[in-house]
């Protein structure tokens, strides 16, 4: 036989006990009337909690590949955009050409736009998004191409080119008035061999170009990866370096009217040449961009059947969720009205 002991401070304990309880049941269930979730999903879907959040690592890693295709678009919208200015420049250059070659002031007439246009491609190949230099290849965080100025490796390259002793050179500089002397037959020589190398490998790696051949490459999808940028080494923008640069550096001013006519030929051939590759290029780009876009729209659909299935397993019924928030609000206002009435309770009122 047992005796309960009854009295205030064990009543008030245990409205106290209650209290404390039913408030903390108050939070969770409030944060799943508002949320639409569990408060607590581990808990609550035991053993199903791995799938749960082998459902949101899967979610996690479309996000960051959306993100990441973010990047690659805007990178390539800036690309693209060069590739088409330097081939819109291109085309107007070569009509320039063509109405210069048989000018008496040709070589006048065409020079200020022949160094204008080789600073223009400089700085469109040097051209960079958000941090990174789009034309580098793999070298994004150092400009591609070195200026052609005064003390550039390029220029340094090029005067000594021109300098050497025959048959690879003239023996003279191309401000020397001995320019005039130059032959077309000994023109062409010099265009298709000397100065042709310069603009291929090794000299247009070592002079000009610090870019890797290899372009950068991106995850696009889950099961996709293509090569996202393009290397400033591309043959489209080597011809349009080479014949720039003839036309604007190499003495034109003081050449016979057949020399001249010999550089333009060359630069024409080099000019077309150029417009075709570029064409090509801004294709393969424009091919490339329309990947990423479709990666992504499907990244999106594939994210949105992954939440689906997320809210599926973590949802609550929110019907059953703000019946038991009032619940627990009335039963915890009833516990501090008791509290309070049992706290004026007193022996002396008996006395």
């Given at each position: 036989m047992s005796?309960?002991y009854?009295?205030?401070?064990?009543?008030?304990?245990a409205l106290?006990?209650?209290?404390?309880?039913?408030q903390?049941?108050?939070?969770k269930a409030?944060?799943?009337a508002t949320t639409?979730?569990f408060a607590?999903?581990?808990?609550?879907l035991?053993?199903?909690?791995?799938?749960?959040?082998?459902?949101?690592?899967?979610?996690?890693?479309?996000?960051?590949?959306?993100?990441?295709?973010?990047?690659v678009?805007?990178?390539?919208?800036v690309?693209?955009?060069?590739?088409t200015?330097?081939?819109?420049?291109?085309?107007?250059?070569?009509?320039?050409?063509?109405?210069?070659?048989?000018?008496?002031?040709?070589?006048?007439?065409?020079l200020?736009?022949?160094s204008?246009?080789?600073?223009?491609?400089?700085?469109?190949?040097?051209a960079?998004?958000?941090?990174s230099?789009?034309?580098?290849g793999?070298n994004?965080?150092?400009?591609?191409?070195?200026?052609?100025?005064?003390?550039?490796t390029?220029k340094?390259?090029?005067?000594?080119?021109?300098?050497?002793?025959p048959?690879?050179g003239?023996?003279?500089?191309?401000?020397?008035?001995?320019?005039?002397t130059?032959?077309?037959?000994?023109?062409?020589?010099?265009l298709?061999?000397?100065?042709?190398?310069?603009?291929?490998?090794p000299?247009w790696?070592?002079?000009?170009s610090?870019?890797?051949?290899?372009?950068?490459?991106?995850?696009?999808?889950?099961?996709?990866v293509?090569?996202?940028?393009?290397?400033?080494?591309q043959?489209?923008?080597?011809?349009?370096?080479?014949?720039?640069?003839?036309?604007?550096?190499?003495?034109?001013t003081?050449?016979?009217?057949?020399?001249?006519?010999?550089?333009v030929?060359?630069?024409?051939?080099l000019?077309?040449g150029?417009?075709d590759?570029?064409?090509?290029?801004?294709?393969?780009?424009?091919?490339?961009?329309?990947q990423?876009?479709?990666?992504?729209?499907k990244l999106?659909?594939?994210?949105?059947?992954?939440?689906?299935?997320?809210?599926?397993?973590e949802?609550?019924?929110?019907?059953?969720?703000?019946?038991?928030?009032?619940?627990?609000q009335?039963?915890i206002e009833?516990?501090?009205?008791l509290?309070?009435?049992?706290?004026?309770?007193?022996?002396?009122?008996?006395?």
């Open positions: 005796a309960n009854i009295s205030t401070y064990m009543l008030s304990s106290r006990y209650s209290i404390t309880n039913n903390s049941s108050l939070s409030t944060k799943e639409g979730r607590d999903v581990g808990l609550q035991g053993v199903s909690t791995g799938r749960d959040v082998a459902l949101r690592a899967d979610m996690n890693f479309i996000d960051q590949i959306v993100d990441t295709n973010g990047l678009s805007g990178r390539l919208d690309t693209q955009n060069r590739i200015q330097l081939g819109s420049t291109a085309q107007d250059f070569l009509k320039n050409l063509i109405a210069a070659r048989d000018a008496n002031n040709g070589a006048s007439m065409i200020p736009s022949a204008a246009n080789l600073q223009d491609l400089i700085g469109a190949l040097n960079s998004y958000n941090g230099y789009l034309f580098g793999l994004t965080q150092n400009a591609p191409i070195t200026n052609y100025a005064a003390g550039s390029s340094n390259q090029v005067d000594a080119d021109f300098l050497a002793a048959p690879t003239f023996g003279f500089s191309q401000s020397s008035a001995s320019v005039s130059i032959t077309p037959a000994q023109m062409q020589n010099f298709n061999t000397t100065f042709d190398a310069e603009f291929a490998s000299a790696n070592t002079n000009w610090s870019a890797t051949n290899q372009p950068l490459s991106s995850r696009i999808s889950t099961t996709q293509v090569d996202t940028s393009v290397s400033a080494n043959p489209g923008f080597r011809q349009l370096a080479e014949a720039y640069t003839m036309l604007s550096d190499l003495g034109n003081n050449l016979s009217q057949a020399t001249f006519q010999t550089v030929d060359k630069a024409i051939s000019v077309s150029a417009i590759n570029l064409a090509v290029l801004g294709g393969s780009v424009g091919s490339i961009q329309q990423v876009s479709n990666a992504t729209d999106k659909i594939q994210h949105d059947i992954l939440n689906q299935q997320v809210v599926d397993m949802k609550v019924d929110p019907t059953e969720a703000s019946v038991r928030v009032n619940t627990l009335n039963q009833t516990a501090l009205a509290t309070s009435r049992m706290q004026k309770i007193s022996l002396i009122n008996y006395l």
